[in-house]
């Protein structure tokens, strides 16, 4: 929500400065984002007379000028608008300023031939409205030479982040109220004028939807003239980040902002019959001002006519029926529409607006006669017209919300003490209302109260959270017990060992776009009500985050990137803990003695996924290599660790490429993710670990090369011989992998056996030699000769 300070004022008598004004919003709970100058926007831009306007020799639309822009020395500016003359006043933008309405920086230069030393500017270049046929014409009495800004005036505004609770101050009155309410000023009445109807109105108004649409209030005006609205309301709309577009169009805009109170100007000329509230019929379409055209189901609200649909209801008014410059009668449309169904619709739609986010947050039902009266009172004295009688269609839901209430509540549930008297004043300067046995009556603009709770909070909020002391949580004698879960000591455990691998820690959102789940088959859990189509899907893997905090850092001219986050996945069976690394770019750079950089490969992967395994409690011995690691893996380069043909406990591998491309990532990266839910959880150990005596006798080694089919794991081997003799092989290591010209495999591999009692014999070496044949033999290995 931004406003200007003229605004503010408009309905705050107050005298506080920029900076108490916004001290004291952050105080009572309505976040200031930022304050902004717009004069800064406005640097380099001059009061300047032209002196001098002659054809350009080279182009037939262009002139040549000569400005006096008070630097002492004429300046020649090439400027093609149709009204730029000798003698007239404008606004120069010399070389080095930035165009606010472009964004491009005026230089020096020579157009068709001829010098320009900066531009004549018009309102939309300036961002000062939409005109754009011209150059800005100013007074005669201008003073030429003047910055503009300073000429023109610039007051700060002020951008406020109004939370969901507060449909309430989605109005510059909403938020005046809460700062008189504070003590920071006295807050001005409303001034609505009731304009009195002196005809019927000409066209039936009726709502057939009671539960979307509970009030339809309206009115005709006829003989208006629509043109540009005033400057004051234009300044409004602008310090707003709206954009002015016509007198009618800008009051009803203005409206919205300063009072909360969405309304809707039809040309009468355009409409045809009666004008209802309506469900929509299944298939329906309405082409919106935005352009685009929207097609509607049953379950969604419409205002329409004899003819068709001519409005969104609540979220955005239809192209065809909207005023123009042509427009001379027009039919005022306000409104109380349910903020369910506009939520519901503005979702199915994917179609946003200000009036969506007033009305889905719940406007004032007792606010649609002042609204009505506030529109014709500026329409009529803006634009002129003869206003007709009101029509009021239905009935909003006025009835009052009282609330019981215990002024010791706000010691009790704020922890602050605070005097009755005060509490009575406070919710007296917020609109409540309470009698002498603290029964409260919540104002109607606030939708968000409905408790005693409630109430607490905004007594102490005025009061101020920083009065509230800072009281410690009570605490049990004696030394503190540790609180960590095994989970949480797991997950600090595999961060230390992370980082002591070179990996950095990410923390990516959550949530993704369908887009970024679409690589892995979706997600089942999706928010209805996201706050962005970017972060809807909760992620069904932790990848897409890091795989887009790579593109990021490769963009960025990282030349290799090490990450790692533990999170949780969300699948239709629930919530998972896991572990993802992702590893690319070089994995070693360019050196002199071993040329080009290295890349990642699914071995580097594998080494630091079989690592962490191992700190997390994984039996990594007894783990099995095996394929299907999932369709974002590049085939041929990944696999999975089981625990058991069944049990996964990690993937690793290159990422398909079809996944990069999809991230828009070049180069291959190598990834590892661990399912920390599926490890199997260590029994309970005694206090003390068992005492350890080095063998007496050294171990003795045997190398053995096998010849095997080329499809057999290595790992498979190193498992077999490893468990053909466990009191005997303590280690099992492959150290050699040879391709043999037929297609065979030889893979060598030590194995290291320790003596107990007395050291090995010739005979029971070659036992143990006979049993390691005998083991790979049943997977087909064949000792080399």
């Known amino acids: ?30 976040e200031v984002e930022g304050i902004e100058n717009p004069a800064d926007k406005l640097a380099g831009f001059k009061v300047a007379k032209v002196l001098t306007a002659a054809p350009h020799p080279n182009a037939d639309k262009l002139q040549v000028l000569t400005v006096d822009a008070g630097t002492g020395e004429p300046l020649q500016v090439v400027c093609g608008a149709p009204n730029a003359r000798a003698g007239m006043i404008g606004v120069l933008g010399l070389a080095g300023a930035i165009v606010p309405g472009g964004g491009f920086e005026l230089k020096k230069s020579a157009i068709r031939g001829v010098e320009s030393n900066g531009m004549m500017c018009s309102v939309r270049e300036l961002e000062l409205g939409d005109e754009h046929d011209g150059i800005i014409e100013l007074p005669g009495d201008a003073p030429v030479g003047a910055d503009f800004a300073a000429y023109r005036g610039s007051d700060p505004v002020f951008d ?79 310090s707003a980040g709206q954009r002015p577009i016509s007198a009618l ?138 206003p007709s009688e009101v029509v009021r269609a239905g009935s909003p839901p006025v009835t009052p919300k ?25 919710l007296s300067a917020l609109g409540f209302a309470s009698d002498a046995g603290w029964t409260v009556s919540v104002p109607s603009w606030r939708p968000d109260v409905d408790g005693a709770p409630d109430i607490v909070e905004e007594v102490v909020r ?8 800072s009281v410690a949580l009570p605490r049990a004698e004696g030394v503190a017990r540790p609180t960590a879960t095994p989970a949480q000591k797991q997950e600090r455990k595999l961060r230390r060992a992370a980082a002591a691998l070179g990996l950095n820690e990410a923390i990516t959102w959550s949530f993704i776009s369908d887009k970024e789940a679409e690589p892995f088959g979706g997600g089942p859990w999706v928010l209805q009500n996201p706050i962005s189509e970017d972060m809807k899907v909760m992620r069904p893997s932790l990848l897409p985050g890091l795989l887009s905090a790579v593109r990021r850092n490769l963009d960025r001219g990282a030349s290799s990137v090490r990450l790692f986050e533990i999170g949780r996945r969300y699948l239709a069976d629930g919530e998972h803990p896991t572990l993802v690394l992702v590893l690319a770019g070089d994995k070693a750079p360019r050196q002199w003695h071993s040329g080009k950089a290295q890349g990642f490969d699914a071995f580097d992967a594998k080494a630091m996924c079989l690592e962490l395994l191992r700190e997390a409690g994984a039996p990594v011995d007894n783990l099995m290599v095996l394929g299907d690691a999932g369709a974002v893996y590049h085939p041929g380069q990944s696999a999975t ?6 049990t996964v406990l990690a993937s690793f591998g290159m990422v398909h490429p079809a996944t990069l491309k999809a991230f828009d990532i070049d180069g291959p990266v190598a990834v590892a993710g661990i399912h920390l839910d599926a490890i199997p959880v260590k029994k309970a150990a005694d206090f003390a670990r068992a005492s350890y005596a080095p063998p007496a006798l050294q171990a003795v080694t045997r190398d053995f090369a096998f010849l095997v089919d080329a499809a057999l794991p290595a790992g498979d081997l190193v498992r077999a011989v490893k468990g053909c003799d466990k009191a005997n092989i303590t280690a099992v290591r492959l150290f050699d992998r040879f391709e043999m010209p037929d297609g065979k495999l030889s893979l060598a ?37």
């Open 1 to 30: 929500m931004k406003f200007s300070l003229p605004w503010l004022k408009d309905h705050l008598d107050t005298e506080a400065s920029v900076e108490a004004i916004s001290a004291k919003l952050n105080a009572i709970g309505l």
């Open 160 to 238: 406020v982040a109004i939370t969901p609770n507060r449909p309430d101050c989605m109005g510059v009155y909403g938020i005046a109220r809460d700062l008189a309410a504070a003590g920071l000023g006295t807050l001005k009445p409303i001034a609505a004028q009731a304009v009195p109807g002196s005809f019927a109105c000409p066209m039936p108004i009726r709502t057939d939807d009671a539960e979307g649409c509970p009030a339809f209030f309206g009115r005709a005006i006829t003989g208006v003239t629509n043109g540009p609205s005033p400057q004051w309301l234009q300044d409004r709309l602008i």
């Open 249 to 386: 169009v800008d009051i009803t805009n203005y409206v919205m902002l300063a009072y909360g109170r969405p309304a809707h100007a039809y040309d009468l000329a355009k409409l045809s019959g009666a004008v209802f509230a309506r469900r929509a019929k299944e298939g329906e379409t309405c082409l919106a001002l935005n352009g685009k055209e929207y097609t509607l189901t049953s379950d969604m609200t419409v205002i329409a006519d004899d003819n068709g649909v001519h409005d969104i209801a609540g979220i955005m008014g239809g192209e065809h029926s909207g005023c123009s410059e042509t427009t001379t009668d027009v039919l005022l449309e306000v409104a109380y529409f349910d903020p369910v169904r506009i939520g519901n619709t503005g979702r199915a739609l994917n179609l946003t607006s200000d009036a969506r986010q007033r009305f889905e947050r719940g406007v004032d039902p007792a606010f649609l006669d002042t609204g009505l009266e506030l529109l014709t009172d500026l329409i009529v004295s803006i634009c002129g017209g003869e």
């Open 402 to 426: 009282l609330i019981k209430y215990d002024p010791a509540l706000a010691e009790k549930l704020g922890g602050v003490a605070i005097p009755e008297a005060q509490q009575r004043a406070t």
């Open 462 to 469: 005025i009061h101020g959270l920083d009065n509230v002391a």
């Open 641 to 646: 660790l089981r625990l058991g043909p069944k």
């Open 749 to 785: 591999i030590e194995v290291t056996l320790q003596p107990g009692e007395k050291s090995y014999d010739e005979a029971e070496l070659k036992a143990i030699a006979e049993r390691v044949t005998g083991a790979a033999a049943k997977l087909g290995a064949v000792l080399r000769g």
